[in-house]
């Protein structure tokens, strides 16, 4: 199968996803039943932008064309896939179905049930390549590897896959640098960057950098527009913990239903805790930030705009490495 006729192959499964077929509609049903955190409302989500940025003609050829042709000498790929939001391991099975590579594919136990629908529907469709794309829960005599991981699973990863070509991501976070004159829809727009998919993607925004006597309350206003997701029992229990945290040890707090506003210097924060510190040269501010390898995206004026973090583009490639090229250059 050509280029050509892959890229067909995925605009058709683009025309599945965005669509409504029982069988499709089952899938999510399963999906939600098998993790709690994969509501209807975010694998709708999630499969939108995958339609829309990953599966849509104009955007993949265009994409692919600044790559070379597959060499025709296929290789094993190794991919253990992330499982935090739905599907965040298409990307990488895109790559590699695209790159003519055989992928022996690793799913995390939070995403089997929308991954495993996609590569069977794509085996269904094109018997052919039903062989390509392998599910495997251990992936031994590969070529190459692809893994995503915590801090602490990477470190066995880099031990394990050294003597291969490899691509090994860590935990990755995302920060929006706010400077006061910020428009109301501009904060909701920020809200969705921190909210979706309940702050678990690397792309979420878990910290924000404020000025100087700052005026928290629009910013607050803007983030209840996803209060309603105080009403999800597991997003709630991590809301009441956290508070009860910051409550036991006497810690300063902000907070409205559904989110915790707390200063740290961490760029991490637990889930519905949202971090903040202040700064004083945005320049300075800015030149740390682009240096720092635990960020995946910045968020604000001049930088990834407000409301987009969660819409990654065909080269919006993880950790910042362009999986294609490393494919393609096996």
């Not at 067909?8 to 669509?19: K, N, T």
């Not at 039943?33 to 499969?47: K, P």
């Not at 265009?62 to 965040?88: C, Q, T």
């Not at 920020?190 to 000025?211: E, H, Q, S």
Request: aromatic share 12%; with cysteine.
């Amino acid at each position: 199968m050509s280029s050509t006729e892959k890229v067909a192959a995925l605009v058709r499964l683009g025309q599945y996803l965005s669509g409504n077929d029982p069988a499709l509609q089952a899938v999510k049903d399963r999906a939600f039943q098998a993790n709690g955190w994969f509501t209807h409302e975010f694998i709708d989500l999630s499969l939108q932008n995958i339609c829309r940025y990953y599966l849509d003609e104009t955007r993949l050829n265009s994409w692919l064309a600044g790559y070379p042709a597959p060499s025709g000498n296929p290789r094993s790929v190794g991919i253990v896939a992330a499982g935090n939001i739905p599907l965040v391991g298409f990307h990488d099975w895109l790559c590699g179905f695209l790159s003519g590579h055989q992928v022996r594919l690793k799913l995390s136990s939070k995403d089997v049930v929308l991954m495993q629908h996609v590569i069977d529907k794509i085996s269904e469709w094109y018997p052919q390549y039903a062989q390509q794309t392998l599910v495997q829960e251990m992936l031994k005599n590969c070529d190459a590897y692809i893994a995503t991981g915590s801090n602490n699973s990477a470190r066995y990863f880099e031990y394990y896959f050294a003597q291969y070509p490899h691509i090994i991501r860590r935990n990755r976070t995302s920060v929006a640098i706010l400077d006061g004159t910020e428009t109301p829809e501009e904060l909701e727009a920020l809200a969705d960057d921190v909210m979706l998919y309940f702050g678990l993607g690397c792309r979420n925004v878990t910290k924000i950098f404020v000025p100087d006597e700052y005026n928290f309350e629009a910013l607050i206003k803007g983030l209840r527009k996803y209060s309603y997701l105080a009403d999800h029992h597991k997003y709630k229990n991590n809301y009441d913990y956290n508070l009860a945290l910051i409550l036991l040890n006497s810690g300063l707090y902000m907070a409205n239903d559904n989110i915790i506003l707390q200063e740290s210097a961490s760029l991490f924060s637990p889930l519905s805790v949202l971090h903040y510190s202040h700064y004083a040269d945005k320049n300075v501010l800015t030149e740390e930030l682009k240096v720092n390898n635990d960020l995946q995206c910045i968020v604000g004026h001049g930088f990834t705009p407000f409301g987009t973090a969660q819409q990654p583009s065909l080269s919006d490639f993880a950790d910042g490495v362009d999986t294609m090229q490393f494919l393609t250059g096996l």
